[in-house]
């Protein structure tokens, strides 16, 4: 595949970042801000400059580890995976193409000061004119941006070193005319007045020494932009009397005409209209390198990533968002869709700011020659001040946000989805803090000391199975010389009394407390033996539960149908209001067992199930599989991370170990002396999230289900089960 030519200087470097700025942000926002917030517009401006540095030097670190076209799309894709990339790709490259229809339409404005033009069409010529010339290459482009740059800021100049004296301070007063709310607002309104200050990093690919020139250009461009606004919004307000401006569709003429008179409104029409065909032209350069770089990834159709035998450039790419840029121009409202490019921007720059971190902590191949100051400190205040920022942008554009969010989502998962195999670096970072803490938890649940064990019997069972039930406890029980209770719960119909049915033991009352008394003696354990009645088995159990403190509940199970599942049964409600771990056991015998096999469901393995895996191998001197789901989208750093958390895992264990990803429709057929799995929740979610399944009745399954408290929540266990 071809790639760019290195030809972008450092010069082109900070005209075309500059250019990509001072637009719209100077020449239309500063007469809808200062409506917003009075004179404090001044302030706003700064704290916008001073908001937007955090993704700014991210940015530049990221830009010199990956000198790459694509920029935001490329290291959020990176750094957070392609769905996301597609999110910030796609988004992106509207929202640029949205800045740059406003700046030809709001530039027209300033030409019918002196020339009678339709404005929409004189707009779209202006399009294809800067459309023609970003075909022809990004060398003849960035000459064009150092040009317009230069003559731009010439006028701008004369317009602060001529107005700047004739400033009235009574102009400022009351400064916070829209108080704290105002300059919010206002702040978030002009936000997207800097959103080009990291535009260069989309052409990095095509920048000389990009670890040197793309710092440099990005923040000397954002302090010499920031101080210019600051001057120029600064004398608007100082010259103009108060309420003339606000509203104004070319508020620095007007400012000039004050000043400067009608040469000095014909050299600010000049500068504005430079400066917005720049801004124009910039914004083509910059987002018709998203679907570009996006189209090399296998996110678009390749066709995009074609560049021209000719000029050397994304033609296509760059025709496409022409194309768009041109409807836009002749048929959407851009004042009104800008808003929402705004707040998308806003969005994108929190994104910079946490795939900083994962590409920081992160286990990859990542060598910045330049490094982010004050680091995480600066991106956490990046993230927070961004949404902060959101909030003041109105529901219209956050809902427009979204709705590109959501809409880019769709086009991964229906296009894309499909044809890639890889993850974010973030994907990894939050797979190694699951697995890290999954093992913190192990730990504690493997040094839990269970001291009384209630084996809850329910109904008539054979001395094998209850011998079997009893095992089991006292495997629980043994390394800490608990105790054992044995209990018959007998269910009574609602209208016989309790006190009635308790009188005298019923045969098979003494029959189980004979039984239950030979099995305790057999085994060498202590058992206590008792018999509840009542008229509600599963709230006795809870109950009794509760009242004895114990650690553990140890039934018989049967298997539930898909309608128990969804709306619940007995044992559910059972299972969920316990107030300690319930072992539900699929009774075939447990004659000291010495091959136990550990299922698992693609996520890590429940702590409190290999403690009682633990247990039990280490009460019959067994060994211990287990048995992992194979990944459904196997990639290189997942199995690297996956397979560290199965070998610290396996050296937890106090018996031998074995490591099996056999597919677990394959692994249901062996037959280990007694398999252990995790209870899945029997509820929607737990059908959903339950993927292994249900272990047949070739040997005793025992299925565990922590305490509720221990339990993780329903996101926690998507992220796991994604992740894993």
Same mark, same amino acid.
């Given at each position: 595949m071809k790639t760019l030519e290195r030809d972008l200087g450092l010069p082109t470097v900070l005209a075309i970042s500059i250019g990509a700025m001072i637009g719209s942000g100077i020449f239309i926002l500063p007469a809808l801000a200062l409506d917003i917030a009075g004179p404090s517009v001044i302030l706003a401006y700064l704290l916008a400059g001073v908001l937007v540095i955090p993704a700014a030097v991210s940015k530049s670190e990221m830009a010199t580890a990956m000198p790459e076209a694509g920029g935001t799309y490329l290291y959020i894709e990176r750094g957070m995976g392609p769905m996301m990339g597609?999110?910030?790709?796609?988004?992106?490259?509207?929202?640029?193409?949205?800045?740059?229809?406003? $700046?030809?339409?709001?530039?027209?404005?300033?030409?019918?000061?002196?020339?009678?033009?339709?404005?929409?069409?004189? $707009?779209?010529?202006?399009?294809?004119?800067?459309?023609?010339?970003?075909?022809?290459?990004?060398? =003849?482009?960035?000459?064009?941006?150092?040009?317009?740059?230069?003559?731009? &800021?010439?006028?701008?100049?004369?317009?602060?070193?001529?107005? @700047?004296?004739?400033?009235?301070?009574?102009?400022?007063?009351?400064?916070?005319?829209?108080?704290?709310?105002?300059?919010?607002? $206002?702040?978030?309104?002009?936000?997207?007045?800097? $959103?080009?200050?990291?535009?260069?990093?989309?052409?990095?690919?095509?920048?000389?020494?990009?670890?040197?020139?793309?710092?440099?250009?990005?923040?000397?461009? &954002?302090?010499?932009?920031?101080?210019?606004?600051?001057?120029?919004?600064?004398?608007?307000?100082?010259?103009?009397?108060?309420g003339t401006v606000a509203g104004s569709a070319t508020p620095v003429a007007a400012a000039a005409n004050q000043t400067l008179g009608t040469l000095g409104v014909a050299a600010v029409v000049l500068a504005a209209i430079l400066a917005l065909v720049s801004t124009a032209n910039a914004g083509i350069l910059s987002s018709s390198r998203y679907p570009f770089a996006m189209a090399r990834d296998g996110l678009v159709p390749e066709s995009l990533a074609a560049v021209s035998d000719r000029f050397g450039t994304p033609s296509l790419s760059i025709t496409l968002t022409g194309a768009v840029l041109v409807l836009l121009i002749a048929f959407v409202p851009i004042v009104e869709i800008a808003k929402l490019a705004s707040a998308f921007q806003i969005l994108v720059f929190i994104l910079i700011n946490v795939a900083l971190v994962a590409f920081r902590r992160g286990d990859t191949d990542y060598e910045p020659s330049f490094a982010a100051p004050l680091y995480p400190w600066m991106q956490g205040f990046g993230v927070l001040s961004g949404i902060v920022l959101l909030t003041q942008m109105g529901t219209i554009a956050i809902t427009g946000a979204v709705g590109i969010t959501v809409g880019s989502i769709a086009w991964y998962f229906l296009y894309a989805s499909t044809r890639i195999d890889r993850e974010g670096v973030a994907a990894d970072v939050?797979?190694?803090?699951?697995?890290?803490?999954?093992?913190?938890?192990?730990?504690?649940?493997?040094?839990?000391?269970?001291?009384?064990?209630?084996?809850?019997?329910?109904?008539?069972?054979?001395?094998?199975?209850?011998?079997?039930?009893?095992? &089991?406890? @006292?495997?629980?029980?043994?390394?800490?010389?608990?105790?054992?209770?044995?209990?018959?719960?007998?269910?009574?119909?609602?209208?016989?009394?309790?006190?009635?049915?308790?009188?005298?033991?019923?045969?098979?009352?003494?029959?189980?407390?004979? =039984?239950?008394?030979?099995?305790?003696?057999?085994?060498?354990?202590?058992?206590?033996?008792?018999?509840?009645?009542?008229?509600?088995?599963?709230?006795?159990?809870?109950?009794?539960?509760?009242?004895?403190?114990?650690?553990?509940?140890?039934?018989?199970?049967?298997?539930?149908?898909?309608?128990?599942?969804?709306?619940?049964?007995?044992?559910?409600?059972?299972?969920?209001?316990?107030?300690?771990?319930?072992?539900?056991?699929?009774?075939?015998?447990?004659?000291?067992?010495?091959?136990?096999?550990?299922?698992?469901?693609?996520?890590?393995?429940?702590?409190?199930?290999?403690?009682?895996?633990?247990?039990?191998?280490?009460?019959?001197?067994?060994?211990?599989?287990?048995?992992?789901l194979p990944s459904t989208t196997p990639a290189e750093k997942r199995e690297r991370t996956v397979q560290e958390y199965r070998d610290e895992l396996a050296g937890l264990l106090s018996v031998s170990v074995e490591l099996d990803t056999t597919p677990t429709a394959d692994a249901v057929a062996s037959t280990p002396d007694v398999r252990i799995q995790r209870g899945a929740d029997y509820r929607l979610r737990g059908a959903f999230l339950d993927r292994k399944p249900r272990a047949p009745s070739n040997c005793t399954a025992i299925t565990v289900y922590p305490e509720r408290a221990n339990q993780p929540g329903f996101v926690r266990r998507l992220v796991e089960r994604v992740l894993f």
């Open positions: 597609t999110v910030a790709g796609v988004g992106t490259w509207f929202s640029l193409a949205f800045k740059g229809g406003l $700046a030809l339409v709001g530039g027209v404005p300033y030409l019918l000061i002196f020339f009678d033009l339709p404005t929409k069409p004189v $707009a779209v010529a202006l399009a294809v004119v800067l459309i023609l010339i970003n075909l022809v290459g990004a060398k =003849q482009t960035g000459r064009l941006q150092v040009a317009i740059v230069v003559v731009m &800021l010439a006028a701008l100049g004369w317009f602060v070193v001529g107005s @700047a004296p004739q400033s009235t301070g009574t102009n400022f007063s009351p400064f916070f005319g829209g108080g704290l709310g105002g300059l919010l607002e $206002a702040t978030g309104l002009v936000f997207v007045s800097y $959103a080009g200050v990291t535009k260069v990093a989309s052409i990095a690919e095509e920048v000389e020494k990009p670890d040197r020139n793309i710092p440099l250009g990005i923040l000397g461009s &954002l302090a010499f932009t920031t101080l210019l606004y600051v001057l120029i919004v600064a004398i608007i307000v100082g010259v103009t009397d108060a939050v797979r190694r803090e699951v697995g890290r803490s999954r093992i913190a938890e192990t730990e504690d649940a493997l040094d839990e000391q269970r001291y009384e064990v209630l084996v809850a019997i329910t109904r008539d069972i054979s001395r094998e199975r209850e011998r079997a039930l009893l095992e &089991l406890a @006292a495997d629980q029980v043994r390394p800490h010389d608990g105790r054992v209770v044995a209990v018959w719960f007998e269910e009574v119909p609602d209208q016989e009394p309790l006190a009635t049915a308790a009188e005298t033991q019923t045969p098979a009352e003494v029959a189980f407390e004979s =039984q239950t008394d030979e099995l305790a003696a057999e085994l060498g354990i202590e058992v206590d033996v008792g018999e509840i009645v009542s008229h509600d088995t599963k709230h006795s159990m809870v109950n009794f539960a509760d009242h004895r403190r114990v650690d553990t509940i140890v039934a018989e199970h049967e298997r539930l149908r898909l309608r128990s599942r969804l709306i619940g049964d007995p044992i559910d409600w059972m299972v969920r209001h316990a107030p300690c771990d319930v072992l539900l056991v699929d009774n075939q015998g447990y004659d000291s067992p010495q091959e136990i096999e550990l299922l698992g469901d693609g996520s890590p393995f429940d702590p409190t199930a290999i403690a009682v895996t633990d247990t039990v191998a280490v009460a019959n001197n067994g060994q211990v599989t287990l048995r992992f």
